[in-house]
């Protein structure tokens, strides 16, 4: 009789047969680094994280080349916001001198990425310039273009793109090649979907959003859209695309069709839900989170970007 269950009786065996493997070097660490702190400030709404200073990042570079993550994103969260974001370009803004701060405590051990979007530095929250009341796709391209150049100068080793403004892999690409930043790679957020899972994010950053941002980020019934993003990011020259929040029918319809490498972001909500189905008792923590990574990965995502990269590693070695 053929039995399957041969291949499931005892741990050492299901080792071995095991398709599916999550390494270390696969995970990247969100950080979010804000300005006018003198000490970490917890985030309510997502135990365990927190807002670190640019005295306590090195603290978590080292704990996160240490541990053999793949890299990190960082987030600044600036005390000033104008409409404009003019925060984002500032070459002494707070993620400006983030980038510098980490990749002076990385050298070169991981990857050091930046969020390249306005809605941190924003006062009106939109990933964007907002004109008569609508986001200007536009000339918000122009402003993405300044901060990449920004950053790269600052010693970024890649941008991620999450702003969803249409060609905006091309216009950051034209703008890096053009000041010499040839090997500056772009993370572009091909399918990040306007979801209500990203709400804890939103005080991770301080965000001032009044109102939605689903005239540039994709309907969640969508599918077709994201391939549609996904062959204009390839066609513009991303080195990565990223599939936001990871749902992962989208996830392994682009893997599928994708020839550069997949990520996926475990956002704010699914970290928010687990920790506190956890925290009623409700589930096996450190199980289900290594099972929800290793989901991705089984969809098809080479990168997982995760608040809890540093505890799956550990658990992972």
Same mark, same amino acid.
């Given at each position: 009789?053929?039995?399957?269950?041969?291949?499931?009786?005892?741990?050492?065996?299901?080792?071995?047969?095991?398709?599916?493997r999550v390494?270390?070097?696969?995970?990247?660490?969100? #950080?979010?680094?804000?300005?006018?702190?003198?000490?970490?400030?917890?985030?309510?709404?997502?135990?365990?994280?927190?807002?670190?200073?640019?005295?306590?990042?090195?603290?978590?570079?080292?704990?996160? $080349?240490?541990?053999?993550?793949?890299? #990190?994103?960082?987030?600044?969260?600036?005390?000033?916001?104008?409409?404009?974001?003019?925060?984002?370009?500032?070459?002494?803004?707070?993620?400006?001198?983030?980038?510098?701060? $980490?990749?002076?405590?990385?050298?070169?051990?991981?990857?050091?990425? $930046?969020?390249?979007?306005?809605?941190?530095?924003?006062?009106?929250?939109?990933?964007?310039?907002?004109?008569?009341?609508?986001?200007?796709?536009?000339?918000?391209?122009?402003?993405?273009?300044?901060?990449?150049?920004?950053?790269?100068?600052?010693?970024?080793?890649?941008?991620?793109?999450?702003?969803?403004?249409?060609?905006?892999?091309?216009?950051?690409?034209?703008?890096?090649?053009?000041?010499?930043?040839?090997?500056?790679?772009?993370?572009?957020?091909?399918?990040?979907?306007?979801?209500?899972?990203?709400?804890?994010?939103?005080?991770a950053v301080?965000?001032?959003?009044?109102?939605?941002?689903?005239?540039?980020?994709?309907?969640?019934?969508?599918?077709?859209?994201?391939?549609?993003?996904?062959?204009?990011?390839?066609?513009?020259?991303a080195d990565?695309?990223?599939?936001?929040?990871?749902?992962?029918?989208?996830?392994?319809?682009?893997?599928?069709?994708?020839?550069?490498?997949?990520?996926?972001?475990? #956002?704010?909500?699914?970290? =928010?839900?687990?920790?506190?189905?956890?925290?009623?008792?409700?589930?096996?923590?450190?199980?289900?989170?290594?099972?929800?990574?290793?989901?991705?990965?089984?969809?098809?995502?080479?990168?997982?970007?995760?608040?809890? =990269?540093?505890?799956? =590693?550990?658990?992972?070695?």
């Amino acid at each position: 009789m053929i039995r399957p269950r041969r291949l499931r009786a005892t741990d050492a065996v299901r080792r071995l047969v095991r398709e599916t493997r999550v390494h270390p070097a696969q995970l990247v660490l969100p #950080v979010f680094v804000a300005e006018g702190l003198s000490a970490p400030r917890a985030i309510t709404s997502m135990p365990g994280v927190y807002q670190q200073t640019l005295q306590t990042l090195p603290e978590v570079i080292e704990a996160a $080349a240490s541990a053999g993550l793949g890299g #990190v994103m960082l987030f600044g969260v600036p005390i000033a916001k104008d409409a404009i974001g003019s925060g984002a370009t500032d070459p002494q803004g707070i993620l400006t001198r983030s980038v510098q701060v $980490a990749v002076k405590a990385a050298a070169g051990r991981l990857v050091v990425m $930046a969020d390249l979007c306005l809605d941190e530095f924003t006062d009106h929250g939109h990933c964007g310039v907002v004109r008569d009341g609508e986001v200007d796709n536009d000339a918000t391209l122009v402003r993405y273009q300044d901060m990449a150049v920004v950053l790269a100068r600052a010693g970024v080793d890649m941008v991620g793109l999450s702003g969803m403004m249409d060609g905006q892999v091309g216009a950051v690409r034209q703008a890096l090649d053009a000041e010499g930043f040839l090997n500056t790679a772009i993370l572009g957020y091909t399918a990040k979907y306007a979801t209500a899972l990203y709400g804890p994010f939103r005080e991770a950053v301080d965000n001032s959003l009044k109102g939605n941002r689903r005239t540039y980020q994709q309907d969640v019934g969508n599918s077709r859209e994201s391939m549609r993003e996904l062959r204009l990011d390839l066609a513009e020259g991303a080195d990565i695309v990223m599939v936001k929040p990871a749902f992962l029918d989208i996830v392994a319809a682009v893997a599928q069709a994708s020839d550069v490498p997949v990520a996926v972001y475990q #956002v704010s909500g699914e970290y =928010a839900m687990l920790e506190a189905a956890a925290a009623q008792g409700w589930i096996d923590r450190e199980q289900t989170l290594m099972e929800s990574i290793t989901g991705c990965v089984r969809a098809g995502a080479d990168i997982v970007v995760t608040y809890w =990269a540093l505890e799956a =590693a550990e658990m992972l070695r």
